[in-house]
């Protein structure tokens, strides 16, 4: 028997082992790589989980694909879509390619044409819709409920979480002997997944989530005990920008459930952290991912822990990379 505190009548630990082995053609396992020069600046053992290096170049790839290759035969046939541009929307139309499934992007005449151009590359038909995001998440819904296509969420589906705690799996694979896991967090897909499974292994294993300082939404709403909004603002980490949605069902629920603590990441601590990367590994990473580098070069007492540093993502444009430099 599972523990009463880790019960949760509609996810199971199968479904995340489940997911493993239907992402398995289309997901990299990555490598977990002690980190020596990060573990001689702090005194633990550092190891740093490459999802940097997944084709997409971001974790997201697993939520996306255990979603989609989920559907049904006639499920398929109609199409997916998604109203993100970021990593996430990435990830979509690329499985969707893969698996020759038809994608569409809902998007604000906003949206910068280099990411328009990304996601058109990969095959996605892109639509534009409206002033702003919340337009194109409407007209997304508006697809699902006329024509059946399946909208993927970013973060609160369960067979998303499910896709995102299969790197919850090949941690404690390669190391077994965890204390600790650092995950930036935004909506919370990611950090529910891997907590999950972590904790269901071993309540032990501490969970620290880590946000930029401003518009932290999860954070916020962690502390006020409801979902909150906040303005979205400038930041490095910019794709932990977003809301948490305020019918959120899943995530909000699993983070307060599993996280340990919740840690706010400065502007200055993220760049230093991408400089790290840099500077030690020969690595470009983006701000959202940095945020854990960021977190442990400003600790103090993490001396002798098994320290394993979820690396989200590598989605960051030349003129940042240049500003910081
Ligand atoms: C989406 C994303 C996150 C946060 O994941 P959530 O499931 O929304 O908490 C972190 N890093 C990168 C690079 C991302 O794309």
């Known amino acids: 028997m599972v523990q009463a505190a880790y019960r949760n009548e509609f996810f199971l630990l199968r479904d995340i082992w489940k997911a493993r082995k239907r992402i398995g053609s289309i997901v990299k396992r990555t490598p977990l790589t002690f980190s020596q020069p990060l573990s001689s600046i702090t005194g633990a053992s550092v190891y740093l989980k490459l999802e940097n290096m997944q084709d997409t170049g971001a974790f997201k790839i697993r939520g ?103 790197i919850g799996i090949e941690i404690i694979h390669d190391l077994p002997e965890i204390d600790h896991v650092v995950i930036p967090l935004s909506g919370g897909g990611l950090l529910a997944g891997i907590a999950y499974f972590l904790k269901h292994t071993d309540p ?46 899943h995530t909000f629920s699993m983070i307060k459930q599993y996280i340990d603590k919740s840690e706010l990441v400065s502007e200055d601590s993220i760049a230093q952290g991408i400089l790290a990367m840099m500077d030690h590994h020969k690595m470009v990473i983006e701000g959202a991912a940095a945020a854990g580098v960021g977190w442990l070069l400003q600790q103090q007492d993490i001396a002798d822990q098994n320290i394993v540093i979820v690396i989200t993502g590598n989605n960051i444009d030349q003129e940042t990379i240049e500003g910081l430099l």
């Open 64 to 166: 996306a694909a255990n979603k989609i290759l989920s559907l049904s035969k006639e499920q398929r046939e109609k199409g997916v879509a998604t109203f993100s541009t970021g990593n996430h929307g990435i990830a979509v139309a690329y499985v969707a390619n893969q698996l020759n499934i038809p994608a569409t992007v809902c998007i604000s005449n906003r949206v910068p044409t280099g990411k328009v151009n990304r996601l058109k590359q990969l095959g996605a038909k892109v639509e534009v819709v409206g002033e702003n995001q919340d337009d194109a998440e409407a007209y997304c819904y508006e697809l699902e409920s006329k024509y059946g296509i399946t909208v993927v969420k970013p973060f609160d589906d369960l067979d998303v979480i499910a896709g995102q705690g299969t």
């Open 204 to 249: 032990a294993i501490h969970v620290t989530g880590v946000t930029m300082e401003h518009a932290a939404v999860m954070h916020e709403s962690l502390k006020q005990g409801k979902a909150v909004n906040l303005p979205e603002v400038n930041t490095l980490a910019d794709s932990l920008l977003g809301g948490i949605g305020k019918d959120n069902r």
